[in-house]
């Protein structure tokens, strides 16, 4: 193999005659030799051998290489060098061009509740006899499939096609924990959400609805940044499978379990954004009725202000000195009387 190829990439061969899965470092990947110039889309000549190259932050004078010796359409260095397309699929009939992500969520120390999705673009060319994936961080779950390979290289006999389904399967199950994490966070919505209502429209406490509704607010993003990624992938898993069933159905059974694998993603994220929709209605819900209760009490405590105020206004205005001879200790217990009938009315309407 070429020797600025060599000293990038790494990979693993599937060598099919013996059997065998050999994990190869950089120094040991010129082994795998590319038979011909003129059929990238069998270099090898055998297909049911295969290579796996793997490639970490590549620099435009290496992709370069890679499309020089595989004969990748101009469009496709394009897309590696700016590294900032969905997921998607493109038949160039030798080979597939196609995108995939794998996805983290941090929690942000400083802000509690807001969560950040980082993805992780997976560039990946797929021929007759191999497969280069491109990345720009490492991909433990890689690592990981290629030393599970090399104890057990029956299971990479069905060639790159089912390679290609196990690192989509791989990466699509890391998926699954972070939407429960997700799952978790909702789940404690509901009793914090009404709790919080009812400690405030008791206490008139409304420190904490804030927070509540921007951690709403940060877990919907959240979700739906996952969303732009998942649904698309599931695009790309469906046109996987038919094209498979197209041609004779060898890998149907493993993109179909790709699809449900996105399809379940997809639904658990439109599933929770409904919940979470839910709660943010009950959270607004909860904060109008919790103002109406103030309302109430303002109306209230103003209503049983007004009238001992318009007595005294209409009572001291016919007078330049107050004599108390005239009523004076009669209009202050009209409104001592109104006061207290006033305060009782409102306690048995629950106003106060």
Known sequence: MDAKLAFVFQGIFYDAAKNTVEVMDRAELHKVALKSDHTPCHPLGDEHSFMWIDITKPSDEKLKTLSDRFKLDPQILEDLQEREGR?????????????????????????????????????????????????????PKFDTLAARWKRRPEWMKNGAGNLLYELMDSILDDYFPILDRLDEKIDSFEDRLYGAGESAEENGDDSGDGRLSSEIFALKRALLEIRHIAGPTRDVANILLRRDAEEGGKHFAAFQDLYDHASRIVENIDTYRDILSGALDAYLAIESNRMNAVMKRLTAYSIILLLPTLIAGIYGMNFDDLPKEHGFWGSLGAMGVIVMGLFAYFKWLKWL
Request: hydrophobic share 35%.
């Open 87 to 139: 997921p998607k699929l493109h038949d160039y009939d030798e080979y597939l061009y196609l995108i995939f992500h794998a996805i983290t969520l941090d929690d942000d120390p400083d802000h509690p509740g807001k969560h950040e999705v980082n993805t992780h673009e997976i560039d990946c060319l797929v021929g007759g006899d191999w497969l280069v994936t491109i990345h720009d961080a490492p991909i």
